[in-house]
C-alpha cells in the first residue's frame, strides 16, 4: 500500500488589527497600598464576623443585630473587588 503524504502546517500569524498594542503590554504595576488594603479587610471582616459569632452576637456592635454580617461579609466582598484590579 502506497505511504500517504505528510502535510505541512503553516505557520500561523494574526492578522495586524487583532495583534495587541505595545500599550498593552505595558501596564504600570498596581500600587502597594491594595493588596495590604485588601487583605486588611479580609482579616477585618472575618475577625468582625468571628467576633460576632463567639460573643453570641453581643459584639462588635449589638445595636446592628444581624447587621454585623452586612459588615463582615462587605469588608470581604470589598476586598474581592480590589483584589480583581491587582495587577
Given amino acids: 500500500m502506497p505511504k500517504s503524504q505528510v ?4 505557520v500561523y500569524t494574526p492578522p495586524t488589527d487583532v ?3 505595545a500599550t ?3 501596564r504600570k504595576p498596581s500600587p502597594i497600598w491594595l493588596p495590604v ?3 486588611s479587610l479580609i482579616v477585618f471582616g472575618i475577625g468582625w464576623l468571628v467576633v460576632y459569632y ?3 452576637q ?5 445595636e446592628l443585630g ?3 454580617l452586612a459588615v463582615g461579609f462587605g469588608a470581604m466582598v ?3 473587588i480590589l483584589l480583581s484590579r491587582w495587577r
Fill in 66 to 68: 444581624y447587621w454585623n
Fill in 7 to 10: 502535510r505541512k502546517k503553516k
Fill in 78 to 80: 470589598t476586598s474581592l
Fill in 37 to 39: 488594603s485588601a487583605v
Fill in 58 to 62: 453581643e459584639y462588635p456592635v449589638m
Fill in 19 to 21: 495583534r495587541p498594542t
Fill in 54 to 56: 463567639l460573643s453570641e
Fill in 24 to 26: 498593552a503590554a505595558t
